[in-house]
């Protein structure tokens, strides 16, 4: 799957497409029916889909100091939008000329200037454009006079509320992982890069690959029955703490797993996570036996929950 600089022309073989239009992050059930909209429209004209996203989220850039909220890096949507068929990612980088853009302008010199977009789909309530000025309705009419075809998906919903980002983050933040699950139709999963630790869990037969949350929403804090995925492809079980470790001093917050019966090294390795089940809240413990005793409990159930 291609990559493409959404401020550049696209490439011959790419022009002229459907091009799923938003910011995706999480790639939600909601989502998912958008870009499967535009795919199955350009499969059906035979034309190249296209899935344009944003990068920085808006948010970030506009409230720099906003709190961690971002549910999927850039290269995790690169491969959730190949799953779903799309040829390629487009990513508009967000920054001032951009922002700065009325909607009409973003849809003209971005959609059709560089796109050459033959259609563009979004979800109902998506908005672009200067000051949030663009809406499903705008992209219609802009649409007629530019001469693409505009289509806005209904919102999805689950048990009777739209599926939507925030209501993940909520659900993610309260330690609804089933929740959190359904709504992405796949657990939540951090991708990083492993790093070197104190090496406290090897001492105590309980070696961790260390992992920083980075932009990522920062989950419930505790201990979570989780699955790694390795670069080669292998699927590791495992439990892990995600939080600030409150046995150890100084407090540093990561996201630890401890995969069962692997013994390899993971350092330097970009591995993804996903966070199958909350067990617990994290807890301080007065001495290494004592935190040994729980992470056995811990790590029984987890293999129980993983093993159904």
């Known amino acids: 799957m291609e990559r493409l600089d959404g401020g550049s022309t ?5 022009a002229g497409g459907i091009v799923a239009l938003g910011n995706f992050d999480g790639f939600h059930f909601g989502h998912q029916a958008v870009v499967g909209a535009a795919v199955a429209r350009a499969r059906a004209e035979g034309r190249p889909a296209l899935v344009a996203t944003f990068d920085p989220h808006p948010v970030r850039y506009f409230r720099p100091d906003a709190p961690p909220f971002e549910l999927t890096t850039l290269d995790q949507k690169q491969d959730l939008f190949a799953a779903a ?64 075809a505009a289509q806005a998906v209904a919102p999805v919903a689950l048990d009777g509320e739209p599926v939507s980002s925030s209501r993940i983050r909520a659900a993610l933040r309260a330690g609804d992982t089933a929740v959190a699950t359904r709504l992405l139709t796949r657990p939540f999963a951090i991708r990083r890069v492993v790093q ?13 690959a260390n992992l920083d949350l980075a932009g990522y929403l920062r989950p419930a804090y505790g201990i979570y029955a989780v699955r790694g ?80």
Do not use: W
């Not at 696209?10 to 790419?14: D, F, N």
């Not at 090294?265 to 994290?282: F, M, N, S, T």
């Open 10 to 14: 696209v490439p011959p073989h790419l």
């Open 85 to 148: 068929g799309a040829d390629a990612m487009v990513v508009f980088r967000f920054e001032a000329a951009l922002a700065a853009l009325a909607a009409d302008e973003f849809v003209a010199a971005r959609l059709v200037g560089a796109l050459a977009a033959a259609g563009v789909v979004t979800g109902a309530d998506f908005t672009f454009g200067r000051a949030r000025s663009g809406n499903a309705e705008v992209m219609a009419a802009l649409g007629e006079q530019l001469g693409f």
């Open 229 to 308: 995925r390795l670069a080669d492809g292998r699927v590791l079980a495992g439990a892990a703490n995600l939080g600030i470790r409150p046995s150890f001093t100084p407090p540093k917050e990561l996201l630890e797993p401890h995969f069962f019966d692997f013994a390899g090294d993971l350092y330097g390795q970009e591995i993804e996570v996903e966070l199958v089940e909350y067990l617990r809240p994290e807890a301080k413990f007065d001495d290494l036996a004592a935190l040994t005793a729980q992470m056995d409990a811990d790590c029984a159930r987890v293999r129980a929950i993983l093993a159904g």
């Open 196 to 208: 070197h630790g104190d090496k406290v869990g090897r001492t105590i037969g309980y070696p961790t």
